[in-house]
């Protein structure tokens, strides 16, 4: 009987003229959906997805042998039927670097007046680049929506310039 082998993957050619965190950025991106759902998540879900993501993320860091500690994200979500928050047109909440503090990370996103989770934002350094005088692959942020509604696209595109003009620390509210 003879074992059918599965075949190798063959090399993306390119990895070749990509920084390691170029190729680590395009192969998580490569396994997101191409279409979100509308719906909209609860509280928990949103943090679950949230970790699941930036897992994923760090593993393709770590597979192209980068630190995971060139990695921050956040959370993107806006509060339309809270008074006082209707016209904001979204706000973040960074995820901490350390884990003992991700609990209270957590508990303030679920202490949140009837947010609408839009997504969430990485911000990746990319050391090769900075290395190499390449100023604006040296720090890359972009988005990853939840959900199709509430022009969350449009909405991840404002948090992220937002993060592009002052980093996470002006970002986090």
């Not at 921050?72 to 006082?84: E, H």
């Not at 991700?102 to 990319?126: N, R």
């Not at 290395?131 to 988005?143: E, I, L, M, Y």
Request: aromatic share 6%; proline share 7%.
């Amino acid at each position: 009987m003879r074992m059918r082998v599965a075949p190798e993957k063959a090399a993306n050619p390119l990895d070749e003229m990509m920084t390691p965190a170029q190729v680590a950025r395009r192969r998580f991106k490569s396994t997101l959906p191409r279409k979100q759902e509308k719906r909209e998540l609860a509280p928990m879900q949103a943090i679950g997805r949230m970790m699941e993501l930036f897992v994923q993320f760090m593993e393709q860091m770590e597979a192209v042998g980068l630190i995971p500690e060139d990695v921050k994200a956040a959370i993107v979500y806006y509060q339309p039927k809270t008074k006082g928050k209707e016209t904001v047109l979204a706000q973040t909440e960074v995820l901490p670097p350390k884990p003992a503090d991700v609990g209270a990370f957590c508990e303030k996103i679920l202490s949140l007046d009837k947010p609408v989770f839009l997504g969430m934002l990485f911000e990746q350094h990319d050391r090769k680049a900075e290395k190499n005088g390449d100023t604006k692959q040296a720090w890359v942020a972009f988005g990853v929506p939840f959900t199709e509604s509430h022009d969350a696209a449009a909405r991840l595109l404002a948090a992220r310039d937002q993060l592009i003009k002052g980093g996470f620390k002006k970002v986090g509210n």
